[in-house]
């Protein structure tokens, strides 16, 4: 099973998420990768479209390799296995995570443009990621959720590892994934376009 791009695998998990179509749902995007695959969700359950800022704090020397996340509102995920088998200093995950919420700050001004987030109070909200390693920057984006009191928490996710689906399962009250690999060597595989996003791209979906 291979998609050919973010949209189609948005509107795989749409037909998945029908169920969610009366409950007028708010469709979040993770920057950049999963926000066209959340367009394509909302294109088929409706509801509204917007953004959660969340970084994956990345191995120094293997970048795609989550150490752990942060996420707006302070929000902070740590990998105690990648951290302990890595060995990166305090001092290291601290400067790394001093770059990333600085991304954040920078990709909310740019994404955004001032605009204030859809309210989340309420809400049955369906966070979307285009695939998850290590599941970090979805938990992120759970527990940012969380703190804003929505009537429910659905992850979709097109593609991701037994570990990452298992700590999500903890965080979520619904996941919908519909391949999960013996062995993911990495969420790209998974797509035969997996090209990376600029930023116009993704407030273009936004617009």
């Known amino acids: ?36 695959v959340a367009a394509a969700v909302r294109e088929v359950i409706g509801g509204d479209l917007d953004i959660l800022l969340v970084r994956k704090l990345g191995v120094p020397w293997q970048p795609e390799l989550a150490m752990g996340a942060v996420g707006e509102d302070g929000v902070r995920v740590l990998n105690p ?11 290291r995950l601290a400067s790394i995570e001093n770059a990333e919420r600085a991304e954040l700050e920078r990709r909310r001004l740019v994404l955004r443009g001032g605009a204030p987030p859809v309210p989340l109070d309420g809400r049955t909200v369906v966070i ?20 804003h009191q929505p009537a429910r928490i659905v992850a979709a996710i097109p593609v991701s590892s037994e570990e990452a689906l298992q700590r999500v399962t903890a ?37």
């Open 1 to 36: 099973m291979v998609y050919s791009d973010r949209a189609s695998a948005g509107r795989t998990l749409g037909a998945l998420l029908e169920h969610l179509r009366t409950s007028n749902p708010l469709v979040l995007g993770l920057p950049r990768g999963g926000v066209p």
């Open 81 to 91: 296995d990648v951290l302990s088998h890595t060995a990166v200093s305090p001092r």
């Open 128 to 147: 979307v990621d285009d695939g998850m390693a290590t599941g970090a920057t979805v938990v992120a984006a759970c527990r940012v959720a969380r703190l």
């Open 171 to 207: 965080e979520a009250d619904e996941v919908v994934c519909p391949w999960v690999p013996r062995s993911l060597g990495g969420v790209g595989a998974a797509y035969r376009d997996f090209h990376q996003l600029a930023d116009d791209e993704v407030t273009a979906l936004l617009c």
